[in-house]
C-alpha cells in the first residue's frame, strides 16, 4: 500500500481582510453580536453548517468570495467598525501589555470545564457554561486573569435518541485544526512539554491556548507521541474513564496547571478551585513555596491559604467527590517522590479531623488550603455551612466559613441581538460591560410594549423553526416515516404560550413532575382557545440510568397522538439550542428538589431576554422570586418523604398552570398586546440584568477574594517573606497555648426574667489568657434566640471591652446590651484569635464560657 501525507490548503485571505484572522482566533470575541453579523455577511448558510465557527468558515470559504469582500465597501466599513470595538475591549487594558501576555502578576482560574460556544466542545452542562462565562466577564472587566482547562479530544458526548426514546452517547473528536487556538510555546520557542508524576511513571502533557477577549485559556493535552497509550487517553473525554482516570485528570488540572501556568512566566498570585476537581492545587503550591522561598510547611501553607479561593457546587454530602485511600495512596506517595508534599500530610489535608475512614475529600482538601470559600447562591451557602460544620465544631453554624457568590451570566453570550439592540436603546451603549444598577436597569419599562411584544413573537416564532429543523433531522437520522417527517414541520405554534425545560437531566432537577397528572396535562396542553406547548431538552450522565429513564419518558409522552407536536424533545442539547430556548420561550419551568439545586442559571439567561420563571424556591430563585416577575412552586418547605413532595410540587406547579399562567398570558383585554404579561417580562428583565449577570458576579468575586488575596500575596511576600514569618510565629505561639485560655465566669447585671425592649443590661466576663497575649485574642458577647429546643439560633457576636483585673492573671471585660426586640435570647462569651484567618484555620479556635 502507498504511504501517503496529507495537507491542507485554505483560501488566502486579501491583505486588507486580515482583522478576519485576528477576530476569528478569539473564542468570545469572534461570537460577539457585531462579529457574528461580520462573519455572517461573508456566508451565513456555511456559518450555520460549521456550528457559526469563524476559524472553520474562512479556511472553507471559496477564495473568489474573500477577493469579492475585499473590494466590497460596505463590508470594509463593517469590519473596521468591529475592528474599533475589538481594539477598544481586547487590545487595550490596564494589565495586559498584549493580549494573553501580563506584565502583572495573575489570578488562575482552575476549572475541569469552560463552555464558550457549542464548536469547542470541552464542557458537559452549568459547571462549564458558568466557568466560560466568568472568563468573558473578567475580560469585560479587565481584570488580570489566567484560566486553565483539560483539552479533551473527545470532549463531552453527542447525544441522540433512538426509536425506544432511550439516550445513545457518541464521541466526535475535536479538530484542533478547526478551532481557534495555538500551541503555548516554552521559554526555548518550542511547544511547551511538562510532566506530572503518577503512580505508575511520568504523566506527559503539551498546552493550547485559546483567547477569550483579553483573557488566556491554558488547556493541558496528553495526547501526544511522548506518552504510552493508555497515558495519551487521560485528556480523552469530559467526566470518561474509570476512577483512576478520574484521578489522573484532576492531578494533571491541579498540579500540571499549575506548572503549565508558570512555565508560561505567569506569577500567580491568587489561585481560584472552580470545585474540588483542581484541589491537589493545594498542596502543589505549598510545596513549590517551601522550595523556592525557603519557607516552613506552616508558613507556606499559610500563604498559599491566604491567596486562595474555593468555590464548592455540591449541595449535597454525596456529591462531593472523594478518592479511596487504597486507589490514591500510590499517587500521593508519587507526588512525594517528586518533590511534592508528604503523603500523610496531604492525606490530612483532605480529611475531617478523626475521620475513620479510607477516603480523601476533594472538597475538604480545597476547603483546607483556601482561605476564601464560597457557595454559588445564599441559600446554598447556608447549606455548604450545615453540611461541613463537622469541620470546624465549635463555631455556630452561622459562623462556618463559608460564604456565598452567587452566580451570574454573561448577558451579551445569552441576550439575542434584537433584544440587545431594544436594551442599548435606552440603557446606552457598552451598558453589558459592567455590572448595572437596578436604578438604570428601571430604565427598560421605556420600551413601548409593542416593540418589547413584537421582539419577542419574532424570537418564538424563530425557536418554533429551529425546533421543527431538529425534529425533522431526528426523525431522518432514524429512518421516520413521510408522515413522521411531515409531522415534524407543523410541531409546535409560534403564537402559544411556550414553556422550556432544559438542563442536566439528573434525578433530582425531576424533568417529569409536570407529567405527574397526564390527563391534566393533556387538557392543559390541547385547550384549543388557550393552547399550551412545552419544549424539553437535556443530556443525563452516561452512567445515570435513571436520569436516561426520565428522557425516555418525555419522549415517550410526546408521541402520543392526543399531544404530538405539542410537547416536544430537542436532541443534543448544546449551547446554540440552549440560546434559541432561552430567548424564545415564553417561561422557563425549573422543578429541582429543593435545597439540591446549588444555584441554576438557565433560569437567568431566559430572564434576561423577557421569559418569566417558575420554579420550586431553590437555588437562585429565592434571592430573585417576586409575585411581579415570576411564579414559586410550594412554599419552599421541605418533606422528608420524596413522594409526598413530588406530590405537593406538582400539585402547586398545575394550580398555578390553570389558574394563574395560562390566564395571564392570553388576558388581552386590548387587543393583542397581553399588557399584564408584559409588565411581568420587563419585571423579570429589570432582575435578572441588575443582580444576575456574571459582570456583578465577578466583579463580586474580586472584592471579596481577588483583591483581598492579592494584598495578601504583596504583604505576605514583602521582605523576604518577613510579615509572614512574623505572623505565623504569633499564631503558632497562641496556638500553643490555646489550653490555658478559660473563660471562669460571665454574669449579668440584672434579672433575665425582667426585662422589657428598650432596657439595657450589661454582661461581665472574666477571662483567663495564661500566656496568651492580650492583643491576639478578642473577647467576644455572643447573644442569639433561643428556639423551642432551647438551642440558640442566628446569634452575633459583640465585642467586649477590657475593664480591669479581678484576680492576678484575670481580666475583666464588659459589654452592654439594648434589647430592641421581644422575644427568648441566650448568651454566653467566647474567646477568639484576633486574627479570622487564624480563628478560622480548621478546625477553628474558639474558647467558650
Given at each position: 500500500?502507498?504511504?501517503?501525507?496529507?495537507?491542507?490548503?485554505?483560501?488566502?485571505?486579501?491583505?486588507?481582510?486580515?482583522?478576519?484572522?485576528?477576530?476569528?482566533?478569539?473564542?468570545?470575541?469572534?461570537?460577539?453580536?457585531?462579529?457574528?453579523?461580520?462573519?455572517?455577511?461573508?456566508?451565513?448558510?456555511?456559518?450555520?453548517?460549521?456550528?457559526?465557527?469563524?476559524?472553520?468558515?474562512?479556511?472553507?470559504?471559496?477564495?473568489?468570495?474573500?477577493?469579492?469582500?475585499?473590494?466590497?465597501?460596505?463590508?470594509?466599513?463593517?469590519?473596521?467598525?468591529?475592528?474599533?470595538?475589538?481594539?477598544?475591549?481586547?487590545?487595550?487594558?490596564?494589565?495586559?501589555?498584549?493580549?494573553?501576555?501580563?506584565?502583572?502578576?495573575?489570578?488562575?482560574?482552575?476549572?475541569?470545564?469552560?463552555?464558550?460556544?457549542?464548536?469547542?466542545?470541552?464542557?458537559?452542562?452549568?459547571?462549564?457554561?458558568?466557568?466560560?462565562?466568568?472568563?468573558?466577564?473578567?475580560?469585560?472587566?479587565?481584570?488580570?486573569?489566567?484560566?486553565?482547562?483539560?483539552?479533551?479530544?473527545?470532549?463531552?458526548?453527542?447525544?441522540?435518541?433512538?426509536?425506544?426514546?432511550?439516550?445513545?452517547?457518541?464521541?466526535?473528536?475535536?479538530?484542533?485544526?478547526?478551532?481557534?487556538?495555538?500551541?503555548?510555546?516554552?521559554?526555548?520557542?518550542?511547544?511547551?512539554?511538562?510532566?506530572?508524576?503518577?503512580?505508575?511513571?511520568?504523566?506527559?502533557?503539551?498546552?493550547?491556548?485559546?483567547?477569550?477577549?483579553?483573557?488566556?485559556?491554558?488547556?493541558?493535552?496528553?495526547?501526544?507521541?511522548?506518552?504510552?497509550?493508555?497515558?495519551?487517553?487521560?485528556?480523552?473525554?469530559?467526566?470518561?474513564?474509570?476512577?483512576?482516570?478520574?484521578?489522573?485528570?484532576?492531578?494533571?488540572?491541579?498540579?500540571?496547571?499549575?506548572?503549565?501556568?508558570?512555565?508560561?512566566?505567569?506569577?500567580?498570585?491568587?489561585?481560584?478551585?472552580?470545585?474540588?476537581?483542581?484541589?491537589?492545587?493545594?498542596?502543589?503550591?505549598?510545596?513549590?513555596?517551601?522550595?523556592?522561598?525557603?519557607?516552613?510547611?506552616?508558613?507556606?501553607?499559610?500563604?498559599?491559604?491566604?491567596?486562595?479561593?474555593?468555590?464548592?457546587?455540591?449541595?449535597?454530602?454525596?456529591?462531593?467527590?472523594?478518592?479511596?485511600?487504597?486507589?490514591?495512596?500510590?499517587?500521593?506517595?508519587?507526588?512525594?517522590?517528586?518533590?511534592?508534599?508528604?503523603?500523610?500530610?496531604?492525606?490530612?489535608?483532605?480529611?475531617?479531623?478523626?475521620?475513620?475512614?479510607?477516603?480523601?475529600?476533594?472538597?475538604?482538601?480545597?476547603?483546607?488550603?483556601?482561605?476564601?470559600?464560597?457557595?454559588?447562591?445564599?441559600?446554598?451557602?447556608?447549606?455548604?455551612?450545615?453540611?461541613?460544620?463537622?469541620?470546624?465544631?465549635?463555631?455556630?453554624?452561622?459562623?462556618?466559613?463559608?460564604?456565598?457568590?452567587?452566580?451570574?451570566?454573561?448577558?451579551?453570550?445569552?441576550?439575542?441581538?434584537?433584544?440587545?439592540?431594544?436594551?442599548?436603546?435606552?440603557?446606552?451603549?457598552?451598558?453589558?460591560?459592567?455590572?448595572?444598577?437596578?436604578?438604570?436597569?428601571?430604565?427598560?419599562?421605556?420600551?413601548?410594549?409593542?416593540?418589547?411584544?413584537?421582539?419577542?413573537?419574532?424570537?418564538?416564532?424563530?425557536?418554533?423553526?429551529?425546533?421543527?429543523?431538529?425534529?425533522?433531522?431526528?426523525?431522518?437520522?432514524?429512518?421516520?416515516?413521510?408522515?413522521?417527517?411531515?409531522?415534524?414541520?407543523?410541531?409546535?405554534?409560534?403564537?402559544?404560550?411556550?414553556?422550556?425545560?432544559?438542563?442536566?437531566?439528573?434525578?433530582?432537577?425531576?424533568?417529569?413532575?409536570?407529567?405527574?397528572?397526564?390527563?391534566?396535562?393533556?387538557?392543559?396542553?390541547?385547550?384549543?382557545?388557550?393552547?399550551?406547548?412545552?419544549?424539553?431538552?437535556?443530556?443525563?450522565?452516561?452512567?445515570?440510568?435513571?436520569?436516561?429513564?426520565?428522557?425516555?419518558?418525555?419522549?415517550?409522552?410526546?408521541?402520543?397522538?392526543?399531544?404530538?407536536?405539542?410537547?416536544?424533545?430537542?436532541?443534543?442539547?448544546?449551547?446554540?439550542?440552549?440560546?434559541?430556548?432561552?430567548?424564545?420561550?415564553?417561561?422557563?419551568?425549573?422543578?429541582?428538589?429543593?435545597?439540591?439545586?446549588?444555584?441554576?442559571?438557565?433560569?437567568?439567561?431566559?430572564?434576561?431576554?423577557?421569559?418569566?420563571?417558575?420554579?420550586?424556591?431553590?437555588?437562585?430563585?429565592?434571592?430573585?422570586?417576586?409575585?411581579?416577575?415570576?411564579?414559586?412552586?410550594?412554599?419552599?418547605?421541605?418533606?422528608?418523604?420524596?413522594?409526598?413532595?413530588?406530590?405537593?410540587?406538582?400539585?402547586?406547579?398545575?394550580?398555578?398552570?390553570?389558574?394563574?399562567?395560562?390566564?395571564?398570558?392570553?388576558?388581552?383585554?386590548?387587543?393583542?398586546?397581553?399588557?399584564?404579561?408584559?409588565?411581568?417580562?420587563?419585571?423579570?428583565?429589570?432582575?435578572?440584568?441588575?443582580?444576575?449577570?456574571?459582570?456583578?458576579?465577578?466583579?463580586?468575586?474580586?472584592?471579596?477574594?481577588?483583591?483581598?488575596?492579592?494584598?495578601?500575596?504583596?504583604?505576605?511576600?514583602?521582605?523576604?517573606?518577613?510579615?509572614?514569618?512574623?505572623?505565623?510565629?504569633?499564631?503558632?505561639?497562641?496556638?500553643?497555648?490555646?489550653?490555658?485560655?478559660?473563660?471562669?465566669?460571665?454574669?449579668?447585671?440584672?434579672?433575665?426574667?425582667?426585662?422589657?425592649?428598650?432596657?439595657?443590661?450589661?454582661?461581665?466576663?472574666?477571662?483567663?489568657?495564661?500566656?496568651?497575649?492580650?492583643?491576639?485574642?478578642?473577647?467576644?458577647?455572643?447573644?442569639?434566640?433561643?428556639?423551642?429546643?432551647?438551642?440558640?439560633?442566628?446569634?452575633?457576636?459583640?465585642?467586649?471591652?477590657?475593664?480591669?483585673?479581678?484576680?492576678?492573671?484575670?481580666?475583666?471585660?464588659?459589654?452592654?446590651?439594648?434589647?430592641?426586640?421581644?422575644?427568648?435570647?441566650?448568651?454566653?462569651?467566647?474567646?477568639?484569635?484576633?486574627?479570622d484567618a487564624w480563628r478560622t484555620t480548621m478546625p477553628g479556635f474558639v474558647r467558650w464560657a
Open positions: 500500500m502507498p504511504t501517503f501525507k496529507s495537507f491542507t490548503v485554505a483560501p488566502k485571505v486579501p491583505e486588507n481582510l486580515s482583522f478576519l484572522r485576528t477576530l476569528a482566533g478569539n473564542v468570545w470575541w469572534s461570537w460577539d453580536v457585531e462579529a457574528m453579523s461580520l462573519f455572517q455577511r461573508i456566508n451565513p448558510t456555511l456559518l450555520r453548517e460549521l456550528e457559526f465557527n469563524p476559524v472553520r468558515l474562512l479556511s472553507h470559504v471559496g477564495q473568489a468570495r474573500l477577493e469579492e469582500l475585499a473590494a466590497d465597501s460596505s463590508f470594509i466599513a463593517h469590519m473596521r467598525s468591529v475592528e474599533e470595538r475589538f481594539g477598544k475591549f481586547v487590545l487595550s487594558s490596564r494589565h495586559w501589555k498584549t493580549p494573553g501576555e501580563t506584565n502583572r502578576r495573575v489570578i488562575a482560574y482552575f476549572s475541569m470545564e469552560f463552555g464558550l460556544h457549542e464548536s469547542v466542545h470541552i464542557y458537559s452542562g452549568g459547571l462549564g457554561i458558568l466557568a466560560g462565562d466568568h472568563l468573558k466577564s473578567a475580560s469585560d472587566l479587565d481584570i488580570p486573569l489566567v484560566g486553565i482547562g483539560l483539552f479533551y479530544r473527545e470532549g463531552y458526548f453527542e447525544q441522540e435518541i433512538d426509536a425506544s426514546g432511550w439516550q445513545i452517547e457518541g464521541y466526535p473528536e475535536n479538530d484542533v485544526h478547526r478551532l481557534p487556538i495555538s500551541r503555548c510555546l516554552g521559554a526555548n520557542g518550542q511547544p511547551l512539554l511538562l510532566s506530572v508524576p503518577l503512580a505508575d511513571g511520568e504523566l506527559k502533557f503539551t498546552a493550547w491556548k485559546l483567547m477569550v477577549g483579553r483573557i488566556p485559556l491554558v488547556l493541558l493535552d496528553t495526547n501526544i507521541p511522548e506518552n504510552p497509550p493508555h497515558l495519551r487517553a487521560v485528556t480523552g473525554q469530559l467526566y470518561g474513564g474509570d476512577k483512576l482516570n478520574r484521578l489522573r485528570q484532576e492531578v494533571l488540572l491541579g498540579v500540571g496547571g499549575l506548572r503549565a501556568v508558570e512555565a508560561l512566566g505567569y506569577e500567580v498570585a491568587c489561585s481560584h478551585m472552580n470545585e474540588g476537581h483542581a484541589a491537589f492545587l493545594g498542596p502543589e503550591r505549598i510545596a513549590r513555596a517551601m522550595k523556592r522561598s525557603g519557607l516552613t510547611f506552616d508558613e507556606a501553607r499559610v500563604f498559599v491559604r491566604r491567596t486562595s479561593v474555593f468555590t464548592t457546587h455540591t449541595p449535597v454530602p454525596a456529591g462531593n467527590e472523594t478518592f479511596n485511600l487504597q486507589l490514591l495512596w500510590p499517587q500521593l506517595e508519587a507526588m512525594e517522590r517528586d518533590g511534592g508534599l508528604p503523603a500523610e500530610t496531604v492525606k490530612n489535608l483532605g480529611r475531617a479531623p478523626q475521620d475513620p475512614s479510607d477516603e480523601l475529600s476533594m472538597t475538604i482538601l480545597g476547603l483546607n488550603c483556601s482561605l476564601f470559600d464560597n457557595g454559588v447562591a445564599k441559600l446554598h451557602g447556608v447549606v455548604e455551612r450545615d453540611m461541613w460544620h463537622h469541620l470546624w465544631p465549635e463555631f455556630p453554624v452561622e459562623e462556618v466559613p463559608i460564604g456565598h457568590v452567587t452566580n451570574g451570566i454573561h448577558v451579551p453570550t445569552w441576550l439575542s441581538s434584537d433584544n440587545g439592540r431594544l436594551y442599548t436603546s435606552v440603557l446606552g451603549p457598552d451598558w453589558d460591560k459592567t455590572p448595572l444598577s437596578e436604578e438604570r436597569a428601571s430604565r427598560i419599562d421605556h420600551i413601548s410594549d409593542e416593540e418589547f411584544w413584537r421582539v419577542h413573537e419574532a424570537a418564538r416564532a424563530h425557536l418554533v423553526r429551529i425546533a421543527r429543523e431538529s425534529l425533522e433531522r431526528s426523525a431522518r437520522r432514524r429512518h421516520g416515516s413521510p408522515s413522521e417527517i411531515e409531522a415534524c414541520r407543523g410541531a409546535l405554534d409560534k403564537d402559544a404560550l411556550t414553556i422550556g425545560f432544559a438542563r442536566r437531566f439528573a434525578t433530582y432537577k425531576r424533568a417529569t413532575l409536570l407529567l405527574s397528572d397526564p390527563a391534566r396535562l393533556k387538557r392543559l396542553l390541547t385547550d384549543p382557545a388557550h393552547p399550551v406547548q412545552i419544549v424539553f431538552a437535556g443530556k443525563a450522565h452516561p452512567a445515570d440510568n435513571g436520569g436516561k429513564e426520565l428522557i425516555r419518558r418525555i419522549v415517550e409522552f410526546s408521541r402520543d397522538p392526543e399531544v404530538k407536536g405539542r410537547i416536544v424533545f430537542l436532541e443534543n442539547y448544546n449551547i446554540h439550542i440552549a440560546r434559541r430556548m432561552v430567548r424564545g420561550v415564553d417561561v422557563w419551568l425549573n422543578t429541582p428538589r429543593r435545597p439540591m439545586e446549588a444555584s441554576g442559571t438557565s433560569g437567568m439567561k431566559a430572564c434576561v431576554n423577557g421569559a418569566i420563571h417558575v420554579s420550586t424556591l431553590d437555588g437562585w430563585w429565592p434571592e430573585g422570586y417576586s409575585p411581579r416577575c415570576g411564579w414559586q412552586i410550594g412554599d419552599g418547605q421541605e418533606f422528608a418523604d420524596e413522594g409526598q413532595q413530588n406530590a405537593n410540587d406538582a400539585q402547586s406547579l398545575y394550580n398555578l398552570l390553570e389558574s394563574e399562567i395560562v390566564p395571564a398570558f392570553y388576558d388581552r383585554p386590548h387587543g393583542e398586546l397581553p399588557l399584564r404579561w408584559i409588565g411581568m417580562m420587563k419585571e423579570s428583565v429589570k432582575m435578572s440584568l441588575a443582580r444576575f449577570s456574571s459582570t456583578r458576579m465577578v466583579a463580586d468575586y474580586f472584592a471579596g477574594s481577588y483583591e483581598p488575596a492579592l494584598g495578601n500575596y504583596e504583604a505576605l511576600s514583602a521582605g523576604g517573606f518577613a510579615a509572614l514569618k512574623d505572623d505565623v510565629a504569633r499564631r503558632n505561639a497562641l496556638f500553643g497555648s490555646w489550653g490555658d485560655v478559660k473563660i471562669e465566669s460571665v454574669e449579668a447585671d440584672r434579672d433575665g426574667s425582667a426585662i422589657v425592649v428598650g432596657d439595657e443590661f450589661t454582661v461581665t466576663a472574666k477571662v483567663r489568657l495564661g500566656s496568651v497575649r492580650e492583643d491576639d485574642v478578642r473577647v467576644e458577647l455572643w447573644i442569639g434566640r433561643r428556639d423551642a429546643r432551647g438551642e440558640v439560633r442566628s446569634g452575633e457576636a459583640k465585642a467586649m471591652a477590657p475593664a480591669g483585673r479581678a484576680a492576678d492573671a484575670v481580666k475583666t471585660y464588659k459589654a452592654t446590651v439594648k434589647c430592641a426586640d421581644a422575644g427568648s435570647f441566650a448568651f454566653s462569651a467566647r474567646v477568639v484569635p484576633a486574627s
